[in-house]
């Protein structure tokens, strides 16, 4: 804040398409899809659409004892593109409740479904994890610096390496590693499987985590280990769902189905706090009773299927049927890497890391011996200030720079994302000026904050 203060405050007054626009009228490529909600650009016709209709009935009445038809539909559309055997949706408002819905839930399972399992409400997660800012969330997450100051108010857990394979853990290479990394995975559940409600998992990808990619089969390995030793699976997918990894949810990718699967995000396409947790048929089961049972799940907000929401995230579902979102996003995920390419030449970047349209470029002190930069020297900062002057914003992780632009971006705005990333990069890990990058020109800069955006 201090900062802040004395700096010069970054205000966006208005959006279209791929573009951020200032007070100042001044426009911005949002790098980062307004931090990893927007999926088809802003303004989009068809989602504002949704949402004016919407208001002409009713903004919102609660969802407590009562519903409505967009939240009714919504779920009904949800089960139908998510993991086969997900068939049960219970909504929220934000990506860290939805995680928290889905620990509390596990463990009221285990306690009503499987008493005779004992008292099962411990919960294992991957190191660097990040699942939500909630008390909840952050006693399953492992980031440091947003976690550590907190500690004395966490639930305790149990944590294994997660396959950081730049920087493996175990001094090891993949594939001819094997996935040696699971190994201590499987003894973890082998011995405390007992008191374990679940495991939690951002598939795939852990994003916060600054964007460490899980290999092949990995996600399908955790999934089997869980069968076999009667964990619940929950999957994180607020970050990686709605297309954000080249398919509708990353566990698709392995072919797996979590057994319970939190999303928010994307939901809504980016346009209203929306958030839900889905599980399995055995699980509903599970609270099931005569009413002096209380069996019921006690979990309740007022914003629970708020009918805006739930019709802009039923728009936004149209919009990946109708305009074929995830067919045309295939060429512009193989335009990237090689757009990309040429910057794992650059002397400061160790690793860069994809998964569909999220990435991460790990910059580094010394190539060779993969030293990081001090924290101090704030390169990823930096870097994202360079970008900023030159139109792109983005918000890195520590020296981690990260790319997750809305799935709408057009080959042309990717083109100079990527180009103002490299030269942004260039500039401040400074590579001699011998070496000048073309950045194309920005389309139609507006003078005018008032002026309407011409694209
Ligand atoms: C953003 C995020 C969350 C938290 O969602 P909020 O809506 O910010 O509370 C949880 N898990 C993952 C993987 C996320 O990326």
């Not at 579902?317 to 512009?332: D, G, V, Y």
């Not at 930096?382 to 720079?401: D, H, N, Q, T, Y």
Request: glycine share 8%; net charge positive; with cysteine.
């Amino acid at each position: 804040m201090q900062e802040w203060e004395q700096e010069e405050p970054l205000i966006i007054e208005r959006g279209k398409g791929s573009y951020l626009i200032d007070t100042e009228g001044k426009k911005y490529l949002d790098g980062t899809s307004s931090i990893w909600v927007n999926l088809h650009g802003h303004r989009q016709p068809v989602l504002d659409h949704a949402l004016k209709k919407q208001l002409d009935k009713i903004a919102h009445s609660t969802f407590l004892g009562l519903s409505n038809p967009p939240a009714i539909e919504l779920a009904r559309e949800l089960i139908r593109i998510v993991p086969k055997g997900l068939t049960r949706v219970f909504y929220s408002d934000n990506g860290s409740t939805a995680v928290e819905i889905a620990l509390k839930m596990a463990v009221q399972y285990w306690q009503q479904r499987r008493p005779e399992a004992g008292p099962k409400h411990t919960f294992l997660h991957l190191k660097l994890a990040y699942h939500g800012d909630t008390i909840g969330a952050v006693s399953v997450g492992n980031i440091d610096l947003f976690h550590s100051r907190f500690k004395p108010l966490l639930f305790s857990t149990l944590e294994a390496e997660p396959p950081y394979c730049y920087r493996c853990p175990f001094n090891l290479t993949y594939p001819s590693c094997r996935m040696a990394c699971i190994d201590p995975i499987e003894q973890v559940l082998k011995n405390h499987h007992r008191e374990l409600a679940g495991f939690i998992i951002e598939p795939l990808m852990q994003a916060a985590a600054g964007m460490i990619p899980q290999p092949a089969g990995y996600l399908k390995r955790i999934r089997e280990l869980c069968t076999k030793y009667g964990v619940l699976l929950i999957a994180d997918e607020v970050a990686t769902g709605f297309g954000r990894t080249g398919s509708m949810f990353a566990c698709e990718h392995e072919g797996v189905t979590p057994d319970l699967m939190a999303i928010s995000k994307g939901l809504t396409g980016g346009y209203m706090p929306l958030a839900a947790t889905l599980t399995t048929d055995e699980i509903y089961q599970g609270f099931l009773g005569a009413y002096d049972e209380f069996k019921t799940f006690f979990h309740g907000h007022s914003f629970t299927g708020n009918p805006l929401g739930c019709s802009v995230s039923l728009a936004n579902l149209n919009i990946f049927k109708n305009k074929k979102t995830l067919a045309r996003l295939q060429p512009k995920i193989r335009m990237m890497a090689r757009l990309l390419e040429p910057l794992t030449g650059l002397p400061n970047v160790g690793d860069i890391r994809q998964q569909g349209f999220m990435v991460g470029i790990e910059l580094v002190n010394d190539k060779q011996t993969k030293k990081p930069y001090p924290f101090e020297a704030r390169v990823g900062h930096k870097v994202a200030m360079e970008a900023r002057r030159r139109g792109l914003l983005l918000r890195p992780i520590g020296s981690v720079m990260i790319l997750m632009p809305p799935l709408s971006t057009s080959p042309s705005e990717l083109k100079r994302m990527v180009a103002i990333l490299q030269a942004s990069i260039e500039t401040v890990t400074q590579l001699p000026a011998s070496n000048p990058i073309q950045v194309p020109s920005p389309v139609g800069l507006l003078s005018n904050k008032h002026k309407d955006m011409q694209e």
